[in-house]
């Protein structure tokens, strides 16, 4: 299976800043997805990385808050942009084919 | 209702004891299922996946019940170092290749 390398592994951020997180895959995958994760709770879906074209976001998150890029099919990027302290979180991806995919390490994201 | 769901637990087990978590989801036409094991501050790792009737690796089988809408996950002969959070996911219906999780279910597998 695949393996994800995702950076940065954590940040603190000051509010109304931006970040990029990246994940390169070590082949070439069908698909890849970001996920935020809260402490103790589940994954929520944010968007799927479509390669060179726009990712397709879930209810209730936006492409000018969450802007994504996927350029070729080991690579994604995700930007958190004007963050405010309710972004604080574990960001990760995902990627793979549809026989199961696997998971980036994450980034913590605090935002002050 | 969410389209995946399970017991959060915490089930709290000794070692060598047998235990099993259910998750149900809403979509019918749901074709293929994960489990997941997401050890604390960690990224989830696939554990196991459910096409048909069921899987077994192991101390782990897991099962698919089409007609009541649930995946199972069994887990023999518990060990220290299974306590973890188990999640399990849908593919869903809409072949768009996104997978849906459930909240989790917690397992701590005590001396």
């Known amino acids: 299976s695949a393996v994800i390398s995702q950076k940065p592994s954590r940040d603190i951020c000051q509010r109304g800043t931006s970040l990029t997180i990246q994940c390169q895959v070590d082949?070439?995958?069908?698909?890849m997805f970001w996920y935020r994760q809260q402490p103790g709770q589940s994954l929520t879906l944010i968007a799927t990385a479509n390669q060179g074209s726009e990712a397709t976001y879930e209810s209730g998150f936006v492409i000018d808050k969450f802007p994504i890029s996927r350029p070729n099919l080991t690579f994604s990027t995700l930007t958190v942009s004007n963050m405010s302290p309710e972004d604080s979180s574990i960001y990760l991806c995902s990627g793979g084919e549809d026989y199961g995919y696997t998971f980036g390490s994450g980034t913590r994201l605090t935002v002050v | 209702r969410k389209e995946v769901e399970q017991d959060p637990g915490p089930f709290n087990v000794p070692e060598g004891a047998t235990v099993a978590f259910n998750c149900t989801y809403s979509?019918?036409?749901?074709?293929?299922f994960f489990w997941y094991r997401q050890d604390c501050r960690k990224e989830p790792k696939l554990l196991m996946s459910v096409y048909s009737s069921g899987n077994e690796d192991g101390r782990f089988t897991a099962q698919l019940n089409r007609a009541s809408q649930y995946i199972s996950l069994l887990i023999r002969d518990s060990k220290l170092s299974d306590s973890a959070t188990y999640l399990c996911a849908s593919h869903g219906s809409s072949n768009t290749g996104k997978l849906i999780f459930g909240q989790g279910t917690t397992l701590q597998v005590k001396p």
């Open positions: 979509n019918s036409a749901s074709q293929s």
């Open positions: 082949s070439q995958v069908t698909m």
